[in-house]
């Protein structure tokens, strides 16, 4: 796993079993210190949904709509959650590793602690969220949408991030230099304060209106 000083959530190894099914996926319903494992979540929708100190491994999420999800002490590992509604979700001290995240919404959402370690997020909506202390670590996040968001303590290792749209949201002290921002759609304001190589200052330059040559 790639090095970050965000805090990783701290897990048992000695977990129960949850078992999710339509009996148990619940508007406000609760899970706590448990594993779910090698299974299919398939066209469930429930608001408010709590789950702390809890794996997700092998598990693929498939037509989900879990809106205002609050998830503290979290780990998903080689999960699948394409295309998952996670909007207006709460996320405290939470990891995703080895994850398929294409298209996740994550738009409207309070972002504490959080590390994203490897994850395919292409096209993934994190618009108007709340970013404090997160981390995209060899992440691909082409055509993702970060437009509005609040970024505070926020790294970008390593990471895609090709035509991604991050118009209003301030980019002021994050080190980009590790990433491909190629096409990266802001406002000349956004950038203001943004840690970038001599390269990568020239693609942006096109901002400014200037040609270079």
Same mark, same amino acid.
């Given at each position: 796993?790639?090095?970050?000083?965000?805090?990783r959530? =701290?897990?048992d190894?000695?977990?129960?079993?949850?078992?999710?099914s339509e009996?148990?996926?619940?508007?406000?319903?609760?899970?706590?210190y448990?594993?779910?494992?090698?299974?299919?979540l398939?066209?469930f929708h429930?608001d408010r949904m709590?789950?702390?100190?809890?794996i997700f @491994?092998?598990?693929i999420?498939?037509?989900?709509k879990? +809106?205002q999800i609050d998830?503290?002490?979290?780990?998903f590992?080689?999960c699948?959650l394409?295309?998952?509604?996670?909007?207006?979700?709460s996320l @405290?001290?939470v990891?995703?590793?080895?994850?398929k995240?294409?298209g996740?919404d994550?738009g409207?959402?309070?972002?504490r602690e959080v590390i994203?370690?490897n994850?395919n997020g292409?096209?993934?909506?994190f618009?108007?969220?709340?970013?404090?202390? =997160?981390?995209f670590l060899?992440c691909?996040?082409?055509?993702?949408d970060?437009k509005? $968001?609040i970024?505070?303590? =926020?790294?970008?290792?390593?990471s895609?991030l090709l035509?991604?749209?991050m118009n209003?949201?301030?980019?002021?002290g994050?080190?980009?230099r590790?990433c491909?921002?190629?096409g990266?759609n802001v406002?000349v +304001?956004?950038v @203001?304060? $943004?840690? =970038?190589t001599?390269?990568?200052?020239?693609s942006l330059?096109a901002?400014?209106?200037?040609v270079? +040559?």
């Open positions: 796993m790639a090095d970050t000083k965000i805090p959530p =701290v897990l190894d000695d977990l129960d079993i949850i078992a999710l009996d148990n996926i619940l508007d406000d319903a609760a899970f706590s448990g594993t779910i494992n090698d299974c299919t398939e066209d429930a709590i789950f702390k100190h809890v @491994h092998n598990v999420f498939n037509k989900i879990f +809106k998830l503290m002490g979290v780990r590992q080689n699948d394409s295309n998952v509604d996670f909007s207006k979700a @405290h001290r990891e995703f590793i080895n994850c995240m294409i996740i994550l409207e959402a309070t972002l994203f370690d994850c292409r096209y993934a909506f618009s108007f969220s709340d970013c404090k202390q =997160v981390a060899e691909q996040l082409s055509f993702s970060f509005n $968001a970024f505070s303590k =926020v790294e970008f290792q390593e895609n035509q991604a749209q209003f949201a301030s980019l002021k994050i080190d980009l590790s491909d921002i190629e990266l406002n +304001k956004d @203001h304060g $943004a840690i =970038v001599p390269m990568q200052a020239v330059s901002l400014l209106g200037l270079v +040559k």
